[in-house]
């Protein structure tokens, strides 16, 4: 079993629907989980930054975590065509720890 | 939130011979920044840490005399990829954590390498 499983989709939406981006972990030490946003043939973009469960709520994107599932989520209300991206989820246990593991991307397609 | 400079964007150089990538972070000190590779439709690779001062730490697999690692400074960090073949032919993306109450990791921009 991966550490980290993501659904690579493709994923296809119309604009302005709400969007749900999942991983799965296996690791229970993980701690601080985060969402990225990667455009083609750019460098991921830091989307949002929690720790331990709960939700957090950044303007249209909300990120839920749920450390007894081992789930985390990523949920982007309003979807825009500008949101076309591959979203990658990464998390690690903290601390000065700084490797981060990563799913393997989810590549969405917001259709205007 | 910080910025991490990442040059160049795309190179396209002949087999043999040596590229060089810089990584800089333009707001913030960073001690220790981060090395990946990336193929198409694929996720990050972690190749190397990189620690301002010492030597890079490598993850099993990736070749140290190949990609030579520099942490020149603390704002700076350089991924030479020698004696390159096709076969090198990646994306390449830095990054550095920044310090503080909120330990975040930042992306450079990637570099595309393309090697004939």
């Known amino acids: 079993q991966k550490e980290v499983e993501q659904d690579p989709g493709p994923l296809s939406v119309p604009e302005g629907a709400i969007v749900s981006l999942n991983c799965t972990y296996s690791?229970?030490?993980?701690?601080?989980f985060m969402w990225y946003r990667q455009y083609s043939r750019k460098g991921p973009e830091l989307l949002m930054y929690t720790y331990s469960s709960g939700n957090k709520e950044d303007g249209r994107f909300t990120a839920q975590v749920d450390k007894s599932s081992k789930y985390i989520s990523l949920f982007i209300r309003d979807s825009q065509p500008s949101d076309s991206a591959t979203y990658l989820c990464a998390m690690n246990s903290g601390g000065s720890n700084y490797k981060l593991t990563f799913g393997k991307g989810t590549l969405l397609t917001v259709n205007p | 939130g910080a910025v991490v400079s990442q040059h160049p964007s795309w190179v396209i150089c002949k087999s043999g011979t040596s590229v060089k990538i810089e990584c800089r972070s333009l707001?913030?000190?960073?001690?220790?920044m981060f090395w990946y590779r990336q193929f198409p439709k694929q996720s990050l690779m972690l190749m190397a840490t990189?620690?301002?001062?010492?030597?890079?730490?490598?993850e099993q697999g990736v070749e140290k005399d190949k990609f030579l690692i520099n942490h020149a400074s603390l704002t700076l960090s350089t991924l030479t990829v020698t004696s390159a073949h096709p076969e090198d032919s990646s994306f390449y993306i830095c990054?550095?954590?920044?310090?503080?109450?909120?330990?975040?990791?930042?992306f450079g921009s990637g570099t595309q390498l393309s090697v004939l």
């Open positions: 707001d913030f000190q960073a001690t220790t």
């Open positions: 690791n229970s030490a993980f701690q601080y």
């Open positions: 990054s550095a954590p920044t310090t503080g109450e909120s330990e975040k990791l930042f």
């Open positions: 990189s620690n301002e001062g010492s030597k890079a730490t490598y």
